[in-house]
Every structure is written in structure tokens, then in C-alpha cells.
Antibody, heavy 117, light 109 residues
Framework: QVQLVQSGAEVKKPGASVKVSCKAS????????IQWVRQAPGQGLEWMGRIDPHSDGAKYAQKFQGRVTMTRDTSISTAYMELSRLTSDDTAVYYC??????????WGKGTTVTVSS | QSALTQPPSASGSPGQSVTISCTGT?????????VSWYQQHPGKAPKLMIYEVTKRPSGVPDRFSGSKSGNTASLTVSGLQAEDEADYYCSSYAGGNYVFGTGTKVTVL
């Protein structure tokens, strides 16, 4: 079945970077964009950006420009989201999702990132 | 890009209908027929309920329907059931970007 499996929870100190992985299975990895969305505790969903696994092209939300990098490794059907210069405001659950017909039809279970000194 | 505006809460008794609005601008909701709706239960990942304004993915009950007029999209849940109690988020394509709504908590009384 189609699924996205994300890496485990992370605890980081302010100023550090975090890299979250998202492994796809059950479909052609290069055929669909991967979107990244985060959700701070008790808050709503926030779009961070997306990557095209076929071309390796990425588009980022303006808020995260310069601080986020999305990459992929087609040999292992895995997408990555790296966020740098972390602050406590980056404490959130980070989700990857498959983009199909301009919507997010399959989601990973989420990766909790906690930023604390 | 500002978040789309949704009412914080909505409620209804079992069997009743509830409609959630999602207001944006001509740069997002009004400019494209790419509005999606997501259901999220506590501690779970969001689930796609509606895409391209009105379409339902396979497996989503036909009690869920979507519509759009101008810059405002709507999600209607008919015949409310206990398992429909959740947070609901709209999302719109915005010319290369995506924007989510502020979220609506639906309570089944």
C-alpha cells in the first residue's frame, strides 16, 4: 500500500539544525511532489514547501526561505527536509505528504521536533 | 501569504448537518479550483476529505461535500456522526504556494 514513513522524534538545541526524512513506498516516488507541513503544539497546519523528486526542484514558503532545504534520494525513495537556525518557535510536528492533483492525499505520521536548551 | 479564515468552531447533533466556511482572496481560493479539505483527529495526521473543491477521494463518505463561491469555499458534513468530531482545515493552491485555513473544531453534541 502507499505509505510515507518518517524518521523519529528529535530534540535539538537553539541554533542547531534538524533533518527529517520521509521514505515513500507503494508508488512511483518520482511521479509525485512531496509537500512538507508543520503543526506547532495546539496550532494549525502551516505549509513549508515542496520538492519534485523527479527534477529535484524545490519551492519554499517565503517564511522559511534561507532556512529550509528540501532534497531527495531517488535510489531509496526518500525525501528530506532540513531546517536550520532552530528556535523554540520551531517546536512542532513535521509532516510529509504526497501531492496528487494539487492536494495532499497520503500523509506520514509526523515527526516531533522539540527545540529546547 | 495569510492563512485562510475559518470559524474556530462549529457543532451539530447526530444526524444534523454542519457547514464550515473558508474565506481567502482572489489570489488563492477565488483564483483556482484547487481547494482541499482535511480532517484531523487528536494526535493523528490530517486526512484528505475533499480535493479540487468538490471531489471526494475513494473511501470518503458521501456525507462530505464541498463547494465554492467567489473567494469562499465551504465544507458540508451531512448526517453528522460521532466520528466526525475533529478539526477541519481547508487549503488552497496560491500560484505555486499553498495556504491552509485557520482550522475549525467540529463538535458532535
Amino acid at each position: 500500500q502507499v505509505q510515507l514513513v518518517q524518521s523519529g522524534a528529535e530534540v535539538k538545541k537553539p541554533g542547531a539544525s534538524v533533518k527529517v526524512s520521509c521514505k515513500a513506498s507503494g508508488y512511483s516516488f518520482t511521479g509525485y511532489y512531496i509537500q512538507w507541513v508543520r503543526q506547532a503544539p495546539g496550532q494549525g497546519l502551516e505549509w513549508m514547501g515542496r520538492i519534485d523528486p523527479h527534477s529535484d526542484g524545490a519551492k519554499y514558503a517565503q517564511k522559511f526561505q534561507g532556512r529550509v532545504t528540501m532534497t531527495r534520494d531517488t535510489s531509496i525513495s526518500t525525501a528530506y527536509m532540513e531546517l536550520s537556525r532552530l528556535t523554540s518557535d520551531d517546536t512542532a510536528v513535521y509532516y510529509c505528504a504526497r501531492d496528487r492533483q494539487v492536494s495532499m492525499d497520503v500523509w506520514g505520521k509526523g515527526t516531533t521536533v522539540t527545540v529546547s536548551s | 501569504q495569510s492563512a485562510l479564515t475559518q470559524p474556530p468552531s462549529a457543532s451539530g447533533s447526530p444526524g444534523q448537518s454542519v457547514t464550515i466556511s473558508c474565506t481567502g482572496t482572489s489570489s488563492d481560493v477565488g483564483g483556482y479550483n484547487y481547494v482541499s479539505w482535511y480532517q484531523q483527529h487528536p494526535g493523528k495526521a490530517p486526512k484528505l476529505m475533499i480535493y479540487e473543491v468538490t471531489k471526494r477521494p475513494s473511501g470518503v463518505p458521501d456525507r462530505f461535500s464541498g463547494s465554492k463561491s467567489g473567494n469562499t469555499a465551504s465544507l458540508t458534513v451531512s448526517g453528522l456522526q460521532a466520528e466526525d468530531e475533529a478539526d477541519y482545515y481547508c487549503s488552497s493552491y496560491a500560484g505555486g504556494n499553498y495556504v491552509f485555513g485557520t482550522g475549525t473544531k467540529v463538535t458532535v453534541l
